[in-house]
C-alpha cells in the first residue's frame, strides 16, 4: 500500500512539473515571437497586485480583468501561477478575477497560528472587504474548495454563488484510500517537485519545508463533517469533479440532491445549482483541461437561474 501511495505522488509531482513546464514554454514562446512582431502581447499581467492586511496576515494578492469580481481559492501547497497559469487568461476576458495565496503559501508568509479551513476563510472574507467588494463569486479548488464551502457558510452576505473543483464538504468525501493517503504524506514525497522548488526560490527556509507539509496537511488530518451547514447555503453551487478524481461520486451527487437535483428539468424545471462530472479526468486533471472546464463555469455564473420547465 505504501509502495502505492508513493507512486500516486511521483505521478501527481511530474504531472505538476509537466504543468510548469507546459507554462513555461508558453510563456517562451510568446516572448520569442514578440521580437518578431511588435503587435503580440507578452504573458497576462495583473493590474493590481499587493499585501492584504488581515487576521495578522500580510496576504499576497493579485487582481485580473474587469466585470463581475470572481475570487479564487487554490490547492494545497500551490501558489497563484502554479494553480491558476491556464486558467485566469479565460476568465479574466469579461470579469474581475482575483487571486490570492493562503497562509503558509507563496507569499503569503506564515504566522503562529492554526492552519484551519475557518481561519482560511476568514481571511478571503478580509481580502473581501480589503478591496472594497460588496460581494463576490467564489470558486475553490481542492483544499481551496474546502476554503470557500466554509467562506459561504461563515460570511454568506459575500458570497453571490460558488463554484467547487474537486473537493469535499466531510472529510470522508474522499476516496477511503484518498482519505487513508493523507496520513502517511511527508516532506520525503516531494522533494526535488516544482512544490519544492516554488517553496525554496520564495524565502523560505529549506529546512522548514517538511513542517510546511505537515501544517497543510494536518486540516485533513481531522474528522469533520459540514454537510447540515453546506446544504443549508443560500447561494447557488456548482460542483464539479472527475470521473478519476479522487472525490466519492455519491459525496457530490449528495450535495446535488439537497440543492434540488434528482428531479426531471424537463418536468419540474432546472436547479438553482449545478453538478458535473468530467469524463478521463482526474484530481490534477480539473485545473489543466481549462478548454473543458471554463465554459461550464461561465456558463454557470452568468445564467439567470430561471428554473422554470419548459413549456411547448
Given at each position: 500500500?505504501?509502495?502505492?501511495?508513493?507512486?500516486?505522488?511521483?505521478?501527481?509531482?511530474?504531472?505538476?512539473?509537466?504543468?510548469?513546464?507546459e507554462q513555461?514554454?508558453?510563456?517562451?514562446?510568446?516572448?520569442n515571437?514578440?521580437?518578431?512582431?511588435?503587435?503580440?502581447s507578452?504573458?497576462?499581467?495583473?493590474?493590481?497586485?499587493g499585501?492584504?492586511?488581515v487576521?495578522?496576515?500580510?496576504?499576497y494578492?493579485?487582481?485580473?480583468?474587469?466585470?463581475?469580481?470572481?475570487?479564487?481559492?487554490h490547492?494545497?501547497?500551490?501558489?497563484i501561477?502554479?494553480?491558476?497559469?491556464?486558467?485566469?487568461?479565460m476568465?479574466?476576458?469579461?470579469?474581475?478575477?482575483?487571486?490570492?495565496?493562503?497562509?503558509?503559501?507563496?507569499?503569503?508568509?506564515?504566522?503562529?497560528?492554526a492552519?484551519t479551513?475557518?481561519?482560511?476563510?476568514?481571511?478571503?472574507?478580509?481580502?473581501?472587504?480589503?478591496?472594497?467588494?460588496?460581494?463576490?463569486?467564489?470558486?475553490?479548488?481542492?483544499?481551496?474548495?474546502?476554503?470557500?464551502?466554509?467562506?459561504?457558510?461563515?460570511?454568506p452576505?459575500?458570497v453571490r454563488?460558488?463554484?467547487i473543483?474537486?473537493?469535499?464538504?466531510?472529510?470522508?468525501?474522499?476516496?477511503?484510500?484518498?482519505?487513508?493517503?493523507?496520513?502517511?504524506?511527508?516532506?520525503?514525497?516531494?522533494?526535488?517537485?516544482?512544490?519544492?522548488?516554488?517553496?525554496?526560490?520564495?524565502?523560505?527556509?529549506?529546512?522548514?519545508?517538511?513542517?510546511?507539509?505537515?501544517?497543510?496537511?494536518?486540516?485533513?488530518?481531522?474528522?469533520?463533517?459540514?454537510?447540515?451547514?453546506?446544504?443549508?447555503?443560500k447561494?447557488?453551487?456548482?460542483?464539479?469533479?472527475?470521473?478519476a478524481d479522487?472525490?466519492?461520486?455519491?459525496?457530490?451527487?449528495?450535495?446535488?440532491?439537497?440543492?434540488?437535483?434528482g428531479k426531471?428539468?424537463?418536468?419540474?424545471?432546472?436547479?438553482?445549482?449545478?453538478?458535473?462530472?468530467?469524463?478521463?479526468?482526474?484530481h490534477?486533471?480539473m485545473?489543466?483541461?481549462?478548454?473543458?472546464?471554463?465554459?461550464?463555469?461561465?456558463?454557470?455564473?452568468?445564467?439567470?437561474?430561471?428554473?422554470?420547465?419548459?413549456?411547448?
Amino acid at each position: 500500500m505504501k509502495r502505492h501511495i508513493l507512486s500516486v505522488f511521483t505521478a501527481l509531482m511530474v504531472l505538476l512539473g509537466a504543468i510548469s513546464c507546459e507554462q513555461k514554454a508558453k510563456e517562451d514562446n510568446l516572448i520569442n515571437k514578440k521580437k518578431m512582431d511588435s503587435t503580440d502581447s507578452l504573458p497576462i499581467k495583473p493590474h493590481e497586485s499587493g499585501y492584504a492586511d488581515v487576521n495578522g496576515l500580510k496576504m499576497y494578492y493579485e487582481v485580473y480583468g474587469e466585470g463581475k469580481p470572481l475570487i479564487m481559492v487554490h490547492g494545497s501547497f500551490m501558489t497563484i501561477p502554479m494553480n491558476w497559469a491556464q486558467i485566469i487568461p479565460m476568465l479574466a476576458k469579461d470579469r474581475k478575477v482575483i487571486v490570492a495565496e493562503m497562509q503558509a503559501h507563496g507569499r503569503t508568509k506564515d504566522i503562529p497560528r492554526a492552519f484551519t479551513y475557518a481561519n482560511m476563510a476568514d481571511d478571503v472574507s478580509g481580502l473581501i472587504t480589503h478591496l472594497k467588494l460588496d460581494s463576490v463569486d467564489v470558486l475553490g479548488y481542492s483544499m481551496g474548495a474546502g476554503v470557500s464551502f466554509q467562506m459561504t457558510i461563515r460570511h454568506p452576505e459575500q458570497v453571490r454563488r460558488l463554484v467547487i473543483l474537486s473537493g469535499v464538504y466531510k472529510n470522508d468525501g474522499w476516496w477511503p484510500e484518498v482519505e487513508k493517503s493523507f496520513e502517511t504524506m511527508n516532506a520525503d514525497m516531494f522533494k526535488g517537485s516544482p512544490i519544492q522548488q516554488q517553496y525554496d526560490s520564495l524565502g523560505n527556509d529549506p529546512a522548514k519545508f517538511p513542517e510546511f507539509i505537515d501544517k497543510v496537511m494536518s486540516i485533513d488530518r481531522k474528522t469533520y463533517d459540514w454537510s447540515k451547514e453546506v446544504k443549508n447555503i443560500k447561494a447557488p453551487i456548482f460542483m464539479a469533479i472527475g470521473d478519476a478524481d479522487g472525490v466519492r461520486y455519491e459525496h457530490a451527487l449528495e450535495l446535488f440532491r439537497a440543492k434540488g437535483g434528482g428531479k426531471m428539468g424537463d418536468m419540474n424545471g432546472l436547479p438553482k445549482s449545478r453538478l458535473a462530472i468530467l469524463p478521463g479526468t482526474t484530481h490534477i486533471g480539473m485545473i489543466t483541461q481549462p478548454d473543458i472546464v471554463i465554459p461550464m463555469i461561465t456558463s454557470f455564473l452568468d445564467s439567470d437561474l430561471n428554473t422554470a420547465p419548459p413549456t411547448f
